[in-house]
């Protein structure tokens, strides 16, 4: 049967409409699309990024060989009512055979190499003295950020400095997650009982968003993050403060706070360096994050909150409408008790 003219419209304009919707993902900057992976930050998401490229580039060849080949066979090649000879047959041709095996097989190879080039580059078995190891421990739903070399323990942002070579050991305290900075690369699967391993230069000083990127439960979606690279100079002095003591409140609100910290459960799970926690410089097994510098950071709550009085408030009111299935219990503060407690979580600089 000879396909209907309406047909051939409709699907042209589908065609027409699905590239013109590539084109335009690609549009805006990263202000507008913050989890854009098409605006490289890394070596890594350059690779990445040039591997997408060339797919993209290969594909569209394939895609007009076999339209121009479609279209022609519809007008050009088929039989028209009325046409006295019958279409011509052809049951056996070695060299299209060969051609149309070789071809394909040629195209997979130049995806192949590439692919696989970059996937030993971003794992390799041998780390440059200069190389900084991160650690990153992935809960349900927040990320733990250690640099162990500098004795940093942090939660949900990390700093890392531009132009040095990152090494990430991805490990999982319960499920598996996947750890992914769009603009910086990623995405890798963070799995219980194996360090996997991720390695890449940011190379443009920035804020830049993450995400968890494989489904772990009730608030995958809240299992967010930010890494902010840093110039050299900046890292040094995010790295000093980190490991400063905490802020001390004298008096008022936050010294009122810091009381209902340590007497309310908070100290349970939360470590705040000098005032309660393990002393160990890991806190694997603990449950919530290393708040010593928990006023510094943007964000709250897998960084789905912006860092203000009044988020911190409604996180400590009711954990589980922000995150739900969250294991921050609700510890029914109200009134002036929360009110200190913020003050004294948002002192601690
Ligand atoms: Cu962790 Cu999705």
Same mark, same amino acid.
């Given at each position: ?41 890394? @070596? *890594?998401?350059? &690779? %990445?990024? !040039? ?5 993209? $580039? #290969?594909?569209? +060849?394939?895609?007009?060989? /076999? ?25 056996? @041709? *070695?060299?299209? &055979? %060969?051609? !149309? ?5 040629? $195209? #997979?190879?130049? +995806?192949?190499?590439?692919? /696989? ?40 942002? #990390? ?191």
């Amino acid at each position: 049967m000879r396909p209907q003219r309406g047909n051939n419209r409709f699907f042209g304009l589908l065609a027409a409409a699905a590239c013109l919707a590539a084109l335009l993902s690609g549009c805006g900057g990263d202000n507008v699309y913050p989890m854009t992976t098409l605006s490289q930050k890394s @070596d *890594l998401a350059s &690779e %990445v990024l !040039w591997l997408f490229k060339e797919v993209t $580039i #290969l594909d569209s +060849i394939v895609l007009v060989v /076999v339209v121009v080949a479609w279209l022609g066979a519809i007008f050009f090649f088929s039989t028209r009512p009325g046409d006295s000879e019958a279409p011509s047959h052809k049951h056996a @041709d *070695l060299y299209l &055979e %060969v051609g !149309w095996t070789l071809i394909p097989a040629l $195209i #997979l190879l130049a +995806i192949t190499v590439p692919t /696989v080039r970059a996937i030993i580059h971003t794992q390799p078995y041998d780390w440059s003295p200069d190389t900084l190891r991160v650690q990153v421990v992935a809960h349900q739903w927040w990320w733990e950020f250690h640099i162990p070399s500098l004795g940093v323990t942090t939660a949900d942002e #990390l700093h890392i400095p531009a132009n040095r070579q990152i090494h990430f050991e991805l490990l999982s305290e319960d499920v598996i997650h996947s750890f992914f900075m769009p603009a910086l690369g990623g995405k890798r699967d963070v799995v219980p009982g194996q360090a996997n391993q991720l390695t890449l230069v940011a190379t443009v000083p920035g804020y830049y968003y993450g995400q968890c990127a494989e489904f772990c439960g009730a608030s995958h979606a809240n299992m967010r993050f930010r890494v902010i690279v840093d110039t050299p100079s900046d890292f040094d002095a995010w790295v000093a403060h980190q490991n400063s003591p905490p802020v001390k409140p004298t008096g008022g609100d936050a010294a009122a706070g810091a009381k209902i910290f340590a007497d309310a459960p908070c100290a349970i799970c939360h470590t705040i360096k000098g005032v309660s926690g393990f002393s160990k410089q890991y806190t694997y097994g603990f449950r919530g994050p290393d708040l010593t510098h928990f006023g510094s950071r943007t964000t709250l709550a897998g960084s789905i909150l912006d860092n203000t009085p009044d988020n911190v408030a409604l996180w400590i009111k009711n954990p589980d409408a922000v995150k739900p299935g969250a294991n921050m219990p609700e510890l029914g503060l109200r009134g002036k008790d929360l009110n200190d407690l913020v003050a004294y979580l948002e002192s601690l600089k």
